[in-house]
């Protein structure tokens, strides 16, 4: 691409690009950061304000029944599961990631260990997101019974270290830091050859790539609403278990939500049947009411125009940074291939925080992550072809006149 108004040209030919009028996003900021919290819905305001003022501030405790609170969790696993491949009645909405990983990676502990119990093995990439790591040195620590955590420092290792000794293979789809995607097909079929159970950590999965959990026969999941889906800050995360294994988990943390009949008040637990077994304690009904207003935009549309879109968006950002940013010490990587590729484009460089705090200041909102790496992610639902040419002309500016040498863009903030 030459200019801009072929860039321009493409967004009238968009048939998504009026789903950007739903966001609250001011037209002087591309954000290319939903990978990490996407833009508000125009709707979640509203819907806040309703909950607050109206089912809250009048309906009260009787909003539990009367607004459907208690039913939430549920309900918005419905409207979520076709964006992963998930059936009616295997998804629930509910607590963080981490707290989803720890029921479902123990659930499947305890299903490897009544199966066969010398298989005491975690499979995970020394790259994916240190909290899912933590997660499980954790249970390993509570557990005490030999368990051990085998992390690959390369992708292409990960078939030779899923061997007989392997329980769980705790794979995160899209890699955070490279934007690097898993044949999640082929890995699960290799997980289940040797025995063990495929779980995946969809967070840059949902609602920025095609996934067919069902279809590729995996065993557990986990995801998170605030980022591709756009459903606010903290806002809940997601588990999937399907049917067949639903009666066969051990809720590690059996709260009164996940009781077959909460409001017996029974002194002794007896889990749910069903997917209403993961649920835990009572739910952040407001948080969870915007939840809603991300999943409503992707009923009006699928995920093969979303992920088309993407795609188209991330090859421009890889094609317009290396011939217009040429020579000025980026490296990409990401993968090339779209079959190897999410929806975020990262590159190296040597100042990457500096130069990431000086493209903010421009307007353009990315975010760093160690070592050296900026993060660029698309969100087709309000991101557009002009917006990434804008994006990479600034990024040219900010590296040809060294604006990021600026003494504040080196200062660090808590969270970059």
């Not at 499979?123 to 997660?135: G, K, M, Q």
């Not at 991330?314 to 190897?340: K, M, N, S, W, Y």
């Amino acid at each position: 691409m030459n200019d801009r108004h072929a860039a321009l040209a493409l967004d009238r030919a968009d048939p998504l690009a009026a789903r950007r009028d739903q966001f609250a996003l001011a037209p002087d900021t591309i954000y290319l950061d939903g990978n990490s919290l996407g833009v508000p819905p125009k709707a979640s305001a509203a819907r806040a304000q309703a909950v607050i003022g109206g089912e809250w501030g009048e309906g009260l405790i009787r909003s539990w029944n009367t607004a459907g609170w208690f039913a939430l969790p549920r309900h918005l696993g419905n409207k979520l599961a076709p964006l992963i491949g998930a059936a009616e009645d295997e998804v629930v909405v509910t607590d963080t990631i981490s707290i989803n990983l720890f029921k479902a990676l123990s659930a499947a502990l305890r299903v490897q260990n009544a199966r066969d119990p010398k298989r005491r093995v975690i499979v995970s990439e020394r790259s994916n997101f240190p909290s899912d790591l933590y997660i499980a040195q954790g249970l390993i620590e509570q557990l005490d019974r030999g368990y051990e955590l085998r992390l690959v420092d390369d992708p292409s290792e990960l078939p030779a270290a899923i061997r007989e000794d392997v329980a769980v293979a705790m794979i995160t789809h899209v890699n955070y830091r490279t934007g690097e995607m898993h044949d999640m097909r082929a890995l699960t079929e290799h997980i289940h050859a040797q025995g063990a159970l495929a779980l995946w950590d969809l967070a840059h999965s949902a609602g920025a790539v095609p996934v067919d959990l069902n279809g590729v026969n995996a065993d557990y999941a986990v995801g998170c609403t605030y980022k591709y889906l756009n459903g606010g800050p903290g806002s809940p995360g997601f588990v999937w278990v399907p049917r067949r294994n639903q009666n066969t988990f051990s809720q590690p943390l059996s709260g009164w939500w996940g009781h077959k009949s909460p409001f017996e008040m029974n002194p002794q637990y007896r889990p749910d049947d069903g997917i209403g077994r993961y649920l835990c304690g009572t739910q952040p009904i407001i948080s969870m009411a915007l939840v809603e207003c991300g999943l409503d935009v992707f009923l009006q549309t699928g995920m093969p125009a979303i992920r088309e879109k993407s795609l188209a968006l991330t090859d421009l950002f890889i094609e317009l940074v290396e011939t217009r940013c040429a020579g000025l010490d980026l490296t990409l990587v990401t993968p090339r291939e779209h079959a190897r590729r999410g929806s975020h484009v990262s590159f190296e460089h040597p100042h990457g925080y500096e130069v990431m705090q000086a493209l903010i200041a421009r307007g353009v909102i990315g975010d760093y992550r160690e070592p050296r790496v900026l993060r660029f992610g698309f969100t087709p639902l309000y991101i557009g072809y002009a917006d990434v040419w804008d994006a990479v002309e600034t990024l040219r500016d900010v590296l040809a006149t060294e604006q990021w040498r600026k003494p504040e863009f080196a200062a660090r903030g808590a969270v970059t």
